[in-house]
């Protein structure tokens, strides 16, 4: 298991986004749900995965690569105390802990940095263990948007299409499409495959199947068959002419078709393994990090200086040290 799936299962890179939000709003129809509730909604819907002592104690073990920066930490740990998963439930701390991630600007931080924006994003914009805050969520948003970030992108081609602006949402879905995200690469496919708001075109459907059928995407392998054969079908009323380039075509998607797609269990491996190995990185590189003393001040450690230290952990106080100043949005 990738450390990916570890972080698919903490830090609800889907689930909120179109699962749980959907189940909340369908909850509000029948009576007004609170921030708590709706968090315990959330909860409810989650399998925790961080229940061994060794995975907790790992959690703790990211804690200092995040304090001192490193975003896929502070994702893993801000999404652990949204869920409660390895610690306990804080949703305060949570969004702190997702903002350090929304800001952070090192070098390998914008996917996460994105993730976190996403995350945040969508829990003020339904109210989940915050105040409903469209507000900032619409903020959120724009700067997702911003970034081409691709479930953004879809999300607002289906806004654009209940408004029956059909040419803007295709250009979005396009957009979302361009940079990977699966979802809108399928939906297109079907578009053009069933005709549906545009015209009919099973090469571009295949193209857009093809971007999907290496992750196993749905039934995108199953579709592109089809249309495999479909397009074998129609070339042999070809002329000698157009023939080659429909061939070439046929045996690129055949070629992508043959391509061994590889599938792992997540339960069948423990949870400390992926994150054994993340903790193994950051210690390798852990020149890079900026180790705390314990003050505000560099080089100087509690005691030595005016921060008070009495009624403070060596936790709270590396916080306070390392933690990046952030907006209040």
Known sequence: MSLRAVCNGLIILAGVSLTLTSFITHAEVKAEVSAQDKLLVLTNNYQKICTSQACQDQLIQLKKYGRWGDAKSQLVVGS????????????DKAIS????TAYNESSNAAKYSLHAFHIMAQLYQKGIGVEQDLSLANKYLDKLAEKNYGPVLFNRAFIEFEQSNLAKGITLLEQASESYFAEASYYLARMYQQGDFIDKDIKKSALYYEKVVRGDYKDSRQRLEKIISELEENS??????????????INKLNATLDIEVITVNSYSMKIKDPMTNLIVRLKQNSAKFAPSTGSRIRGRTC???????????????????NESRTPDY
């Open 236 to 249: 042999r009323k070809l002329t000698a002419s157009t023939l080659t380039e429909e061939q070439t075509l």
């Open 303 to 321: 005691g030595q200086t005016s921060y008070p230290c009495k009624g403070m952990s060596s936790e709270d106080i590396d916080d306070a040290r």
């Open 80 to 91: 652990s105390y949204l869920y409660g998963d390895g610690v306990e439930q804080d949703i």
């Open 97 to 100: 802990w997702l903002k350090r």
